[in-house]
């Protein structure tokens, strides 16, 4: 069965507004989630790394104040788009790695981001 | 972690063994081979990963050169649904750690 969900599957709105995506890991709890956005016929970008309880780690050019995220649990990390814009339109993937084996990664199924 | 290179495609017939190569050729004593795959619009699956052995699980088998320069992922039975982009990785195992996608191969499973 699944061992990470995402919702929603897909969401579409406007330019301007905010969008939040939820991450939840399902088999076991995780300190770390990772945040991964995909373009068309692009590969993987990691966008930051989410801790639980503490402040995510961003990646090179990754805006942290447009993409918020916040791990309050174990079992949730969410990416609020901010102020979204048509070039935010894109693919955003979370992965879970569990405690005991940390080499491990699970991804979710993704959330596909239409601006319009 | 070290750069991979891999073909950016690659057809295979249904029922065949689809064998997809990688170049690893900077990789570090404590790298790990990894591969994952993408099917379109969907998240990466994990399919297996080694050291230096030789792997098999029920999904693949993973054959790493001795050097370690370089590895094959096989698809012994090919289906119509291995169609997906496959990504081959190479990293360390110490903690939760990022993984760094390259471009990967398009394979493509033909009936």
């Known amino acids: 069965g699944a061992v990470v969900s995402q919702h929603p599957s897909w969401v579409i709105c406007k330019s301007g507004t905010s969008v939040k995506i939820e991450c939840r890991s399902l088999?076991?709890?995780?300190?770390?989630m990772f945040w991964y956005r995909q373009f068309p016929k692009q590969s993987l970008m990691l966008m930051a790394t989410?801790?639980?309880?503490?402040?995510?780690?961003?990646e090179q050019g990754v805006e942290k104040d447009k993409f918020l995220i916040n791990h309050a649990s174990l079992t949730l990390s969410t990416l609020t788009v901010t102020s979204a814009h048509p070039e935010d339109s894109s693919f955003y993937i979370c992965?879970?790695?569990?405690?005991?084996?940390?080499?491990?990664?699970?991804f979710g199924p993704g959330t596909r981001l239409t601006v319009t | 972690d070290a750069k991979t290179t891999q073909p950016t495609s690659m057809d295979c017939a249904e029922g065949r063994a689809a064998n997809l190569p990688c170049n690893h050729s900077?990789?570090?004593?404590?790298?790990?081979v990894y591969w994952y795959r993408q099917i379109h619009s969907q998240g990466p699956q994990y399919i297996i990963h080694?050291?230096?052995n030789n792997e098999t699980n029920e999904m693949a088998s993973l054959i790493i050169t001795e050097d370690r320069k370089s590895s094959t992922l096989i698809l012994p039975h090919a289906t119509l649904r291995d169609t997906a982009v496959y990504y081959c990785?190479?990293?360390?195992?110490?903690?939760?750690?990022?993984?760094?996608f390259g471009q990967g191969t398009r394979l493509t499973i033909n009936p």
């Open positions: 992965s879970v790695t569990p405690p005991l084996a940390s080499h491990e990664q699970y």
């Open positions: 088999d076991f709890q995780a300190t770390t």
């Open positions: 989410s801790n639980e309880g503490s402040k995510a780690t961003y």
């Open positions: 900077t990789i570090s004593g404590n790298e790990y």
């Open positions: 080694g050291l230096k």
């Open positions: 990785i190479v990293r360390v195992i110490q903690g939760a750690q990022k993984l760094v």
